[in-house]
DNA sequence: AATGAATGAGCCTTCATTCAT
DNA sequence: GATGAATGAAGGCTCATTCAT
């Protein structure tokens, strides 16, 4: 066999395992929260042994912080591309609400964790999220910027943006999250228009 | 001595200790959050014994309830108040954002507990703050539903005025609560402006 | 009940408590080495919950610690009230080998847990040992430095004295203790003897 | 390529691995104590992976079996080739200070880890550590006897000619590996006199 | 011979809660 | 009302060992 192939096979065995492990914790996760899922609930749901949690994940936080590592990754990724289509400032904005909404309503486990904020990280990952948080934040600063230039959106204090576009959606999903009103698919032209009217010139 | 006024000496400073051990475990909760705040945190901070706070709270969860619910209940008494003096739907929108503004930016610690996502309370407490909350908003749509029916607010899917009045200063403040960004005090005329825009008629 | 006797009547329960724990361990500890024994072994051997033990001493290291360094002070103890009475540096020398014998052969088990090399203790406890160690070879050295200056005893350099007169006794004891040859009572004399020859001037 | 050269290779290399998982394993063990030390410590500094630590030694035990059998035996091989040469009784009771003292000297970690009392040795490895002690002890009094028996040195109990010759140095030593006092070679014709002293007719 | 993912028994420790004083 | 020693269930984590490749 060549050894290649053999290579190939075991990694994706690995990350078969890994890929289990993280979608067990999250339905664990999303449940009943980080706190009160216990190594030993995800360990039995995820047919694996303790050990193979920790081989992978070095510690529960571990688990924790590679699911909302990866889980923002995917999040960002997804703005940024649905983003880079756009032509206007309005498509632009209105397109963060949409997107925001349609993913959250595709991905609600993945979702409710990102909301929740009982997770206490490690330095390490704070440090990690920083960076990509800088690294999406510029991001969609460039995209905006020639938009602000241009004179289609309003000159704002920097750290507004993001609440004034994205603040009533999220609050709106949090809720539905939550058990609480009718799908963001529902009203998110409602919010999209007021997204829109809170940041144009 | 009279039995009255020894009574009442107890009672204050009955009073007085359940008032210490509230405001050292809202010390801790805004710090650490509640799962990892411990009892004997709160005991060592507080200067008392186990024993004491078992004596006026019953549990841990005890103590966070009371808390919660004396914050959420002077946080709405505030908010209608506040909101009782208004005169037009513009100035009942605008208000909220301040209100809440101003509100966050002078009780940041019970604020940010508040915010907190990490509690799991009891059936009896979730019974009550829903009870309150529904107090709440109904006295909240009976002061805006003048407005609502003069012309002067649109006319929305009930879940939503909330998000889309409130959901960005939320937001604004939550990021600022957590250390990023500058006081809600200085970017509130914004989000009053955006709170308005998006609900008026 | 007067106050005073409630307080001696609970640190009397306390302390035995505490002695009991202490006691315990040390059977544990002298039968199976500190690594190898557990909590738990202790807990079932001294009628206790495990809360107990960590309540009294912190950690499983913290009783080992306690036990390590009472029974130090109770050696070095016994042996300056021992050498405090010697008139001689013979006698003095001879006492060393003789107390040393024989406070073996009465504290077994302690005496085994002192020889002991198998315990990392904390860094607290180290400065602690240490500066019990100091206290003690100080009150050692100025027992011993009048027979030096009346030119009883030979000249040395510091650090060889201990060795010099104990070595071999401790030697032969940690053998017994391991369960190799016969009692150190029957051949003290000769250790004794040979302690004296070799630091007499 | 001739077979016998291909064998030889292997073997060499395969030797090679076993001494550098040795040898690591050794200065593990004289760090950390050999309860502390994992099996993962050696691998990692021995650049060489868990299976093939279990290939060659069968268990961790095994490493400090191996380990300890081969230090003694070298220790042992030593000090007999040592004594073969000497003269008197006096030159042999004295040589075995000196080698002793050198031998540490030369090999302090090995040295350490000789002394150290916290492993718990399979009943197959401690009959074979008997087995080597006896001959070893057995040639020992095969080469003393003569100078007992022309009256050099004085009848004794067996068991307290080692004590009564080693016993002071090996405690001057053991505190040296420790860190405490100066090097024994720089005081080793004290021990060696005190020993002759205390075995002299 | 070498590799390293997988296993799981067992350990130390935490901490909410109780209760006798 | 106050105190704090005692309790013990439960959890996170370690690590020697196995085994398929």
Redesign the interface.
Known sequence: MPRSRANSRERAATTARKESILSTALECFAEH?V??TTISDIQARAHCSVGSIYHHFGSKEGVAEALFISGIERLNRGMLRRLGGCQSGQECVKSVVYFYSDWSARNQKLARYL????V?FSPAARERLKSIHLAYITEIYRLFAPFVENGELRV??L??Y???I???????TR?WLSG???SPAR?KE??AD?AW??VKA
Chains 1, 2, 3, 4 share one sequence.
């Open positions: 929260g706190e009160a909301h929740s904020r009982d206490e704002l204090p750290e507004t993001v609440p004034l994205s603040g009533a959606i999220q609050e709106y809720r609480q009103g009718s009203v409602l919010f007021a009217n809170a």
